[in-house]
């Protein structure tokens, strides 16, 4: 089926869209079951997973930043390690370390907590860089490499880690090569006000958490990942992401553009977010909607823009707004 027929007819998405859709829902409503009126973030969550992405979570302390990283762990039945990141912590204790046993006078590689599906990194920035670094190779490659030897993780394999602003105490800025390998950067904010009355009910007894059970499994993750693989992106949508992409680096705003792994990510994200619409095609609208939280965090604005006090989002926004959008067939 061409993509001028899928267009026309959105109500006749293929199966397998509807399947995606079926396991996503419920993943969502487990969700949101322990993050309440933030729908909006839920989606952004879901959609890097199906992706194969990782996540960043930034705001400032006490908003739910973890919870968030915790529901999306205990929604999966799969293997999930959390790290709390403190000034202290070696690259080791993330990757894992060979110990010397003497009796069998052979080295034994104990894994680190990296080896899971999920891995929540709590108050990453609270790291030194050297430390932040061990997550590089893990992130981009899904291996790790550790005295000569590559393991390879299993899948699905996703870091949601959460910090805090960079002008907070005790805080180490992420470089930039570490921001660029997360797909996402979403702010969950503070709850609307009828949300933080429910809050007080379903939160002062005990925690939500304890009462949300896996709703999916990994394999059911693997297979979704699969499926929006073959979601459909036109040539049309594909330059349209291009020029976007492309955009950020000629702009007078920005000092450092978007790099070509940010157009991957792009793409990647809008067929899961296409997806999550039980569409078996990307459109322009999609690439709109995930133009920030994809982009934003990659780029750093000039001096000018800084003096204006004008932020990356609020320049992605403004390329958005002013490129031309192709016709969505």
């Given amino acids: 089926m061409s993509l001028d027929t899928r267009a026309t007819d959105v109500e006749g998405a293929p199966e397998d869209a509807g399947a995606v859709l079926a396991t996503a829902e419920r993943i969502r409503s487990a969700m949101e079951t322990v993050i309440e009126g933030k729908s909006e973030i839920v989606r952004i969550a879901l959609t890097v997973l199906l992706a194969e992405g990782h996540l960043l979570i ?25 790290v709390q990141f403190t000034p202290d912590l ?13 009796d069998r006078h052979e ?87 009828q949300a933080e009355l429910d809050m007080i009910d379903t939160h002062s007894a005990r925690s939500p ?19 929006v693989r073959a979601i459909h992106v036109s040539p049309a949508v594909r330059r349209y992401v291009v020029d976007l992409v492309s955009a950020t680096r000629t702009s007078p705003a920005l000092r ?35 133009a920030v939280p994809v982009l934003a965090h990659r780029l750093l604005p000039s001096a000018e823009a800084q003096l204006e006090r004008r932020l990356p989002e609020e320049v992605v926004r403004d390329l958005v707004a002013r490129l031309p959008v192709p016709d969505r067939r």
């Fill in 256 to 290: 450092l553009g978007a790099s070509p792994r940010a157009t991957l990510h792009l793409v990647r994200a809008a067929r899961a977010f296409a997806a999550l619409d039980n569409r078996s095609y990307v459109i322009p609208d999609d690439v709109q909607a995930l």
């Fill in 209 to 227: 958490l304890d009462g949300l059970r896996p709703v999916a499994t990994a394999a059911d993750v693997r297979a979704m990942v699969e499926r």
């Fill in 58 to 82: 930034e705001d400032i302390p006490g908003v739910g930043k973890t919870m968030l990283a915790k529901a999306l762990g205990r929604a999966v039945d799969c293997s999930v390690q959390r």
């Fill in 107 to 193: 080295f034994e590689f104990k894994p680190g907590p990296v080896f899971a599906n999920i891995v929540v990194g709590d108050e990453i920035n609270r790291a030194s860089p050297k430390t932040q670094s061990a997550l590089l190779e893990c992130m981009e490659e899904g291996q790790v490499s550790v005295d000569g030897a590559t393991r390879p993780l299993e899948r699905p394999f996703m870091v949601v880690a959460t910090q805090n602003p960079v002008d907070m105490e005790g805080t180490y800025p992420l470089p930039e090569a570490q921001l660029d390998r997360f797909m996402a950067r979403i702010a969950v904010g503070y709850p609307a006000a």
């Fill in 90 to 102: 070696l690259p080791s204790d993330i990757t894992g370390v060979s110990a010397y046993h003497r």
